[in-house]
C-alpha cells in the first residue's frame, strides 16, 4: 500500500530562516514526486515535480530531492519569508499506471516577521 | 492559458440531497481527476476520467460518481449526502501525452452537508 508521510506537521521559524521539510514514501515504483503549496481553503499550486530518474529540482528560492533507494524527498526553503506561509504537500504518483496521486498530510509553514 | 477552473465555488446541501461539481480542464489537457480534502483525513483521490472514460476509482463508496464530456470536461454527483461529505474537492488536469504527468489543481468546491 503506497502511504506518504510528512514530518513535522508544523512548523514555525523567523524570517529569513532556511529550513528543510521531510517526506518519506513507500512506493518503490515511484514515477515523479510533487510539491504543493495550499493556503487556507484554497486549491493547489505546484511546486516543483521531479522525474524518479532525477534526483533534485530548483525553482527560485525553493530546491526539491529525491532518493528513491530511501524513500525519501526533502523541499528546502532558502531566506524563508512571511509569504511563504502555508500548508506544504508531498504527493507522489507510481508507476504502475493508477495515474492517482497519493498524498501525506502536509506541513503547516508559518514564518514570522 | 487559463487553468483548471470549478463551479460552484460553495454549495450547502442538506442530508440525502443530491450534489454536482463540476470542473473544466486546462486546454489541451484530456485527463480529469477528483480529490476530496475532508477535515482531519487529508487528501483522498476520488476518481480519474481520461478520453471520456473512467480510468480509476478510489475507496469510495458508488454514491460517488461522474463523467467525462467530449469537450474533456468533467462533472462529479455525489447522492444521498451524507455529514462526513462535507469537505473541499478539487479537481485537477493532465495531458498524459507529456513526459511528467504534472496534474494541475483548481481552485476547488467547498462542499458543506447541513
Known amino acids: 500500500k503506497q502511504e506518504v508521510t510528512q514530518i513535522p506537521a508544523a512548523l514555525s521559524v523567523p524570517e529569513g530562516e532556511n529550513l528543510v521539510l521531510n517526506c518519506s514514501f513507500t512506493?518503490?515504483?515511484?514515477?515523479?514526486l510533487q510539491w504543493f503549496r495550499q493556503d487556507p481553503g484554497k486549491g493547489l499550486t505546484s511546486l516543483l515535480l521531479?522525474?524518479?530518474?532525477?534526483r533534485e529540482q530548483t525553482s527560485g528560492r525553493l530546491n526539491a530531492s529525491l532518493d528513491k533507494s530511501s524513500g525519501r524527498s526533502t523541499l528546502y526553503i532558502a531566506a524563508s519569508q512571511p509569504g511563504d506561509s502555508a500548508t506544504y504537500l508531498c504527493?507522489?504518483?507510481?508507476?504502475?499506471?493508477?495515474?492517482?496521486?497519493?498524498f501525506g498530510k502536509g506541513t503547516k509553514l508559518t514564518v514570522n516577521p | 492559458e487559463a487553468g483548471v477552473t470549478q463551479s460552484p465555488t460553495h454549495l450547502i446541501k442538506t442530508r440525502g440531497q443530491q450534489a454536482t461539481l463540476r470542473c473544466s480542464p486546462i486546454?489541451?489537457?484530456?485527463?480529469v481527476y477528483w480529490y476530496q480534502q475532508a477535515l482531519g483525513l487529508g487528501l483522498q483521490f476520488l476518481l480519474w476520467?481520461?478520453?471520456?472514460?473512467?480510468?480509476n476509482r478510489g475507496n469510495f463508496p458508488p454514491r460517488f460518481s461522474g463523467r467525462q464530456f467530449p469537450n474533456y470536461s468533467s462533472e462529479l454527483n455525489v447522492n444521498a449526502l451524507e455529514l462526513e461529505d462535507s469537505a473541499l474537492y478539487l479537481c485537477?488536469?493532465?495531458?498524459?501525452?507529456?513526459?511528467?504527468?504534472?496534474?494541475?489543481f483548481g481552485p476547488g468546491t467547498r462542499l458543506t452537508v447541513l
Open positions: 504527493a507522489e504518483l507510481s508507476g504502475g499506471g493508477s495515474e492517482k496521486l497519493v
Open positions: 485537477a488536469s493532465s495531458f498524459r501525452g507529456g513526459v511528467y504527468n504534472e496534474q494541475f
Open positions: 476520467y481520461d478520453e471520456g472514460e473512467e480510468r
Open positions: 512506493d518503490s515504483a515511484i514515477y515523479n
Open positions: 486546454s489541451g489537457h484530456t485527463s
Open positions: 521531479i522525474q524518479s530518474s532525477q
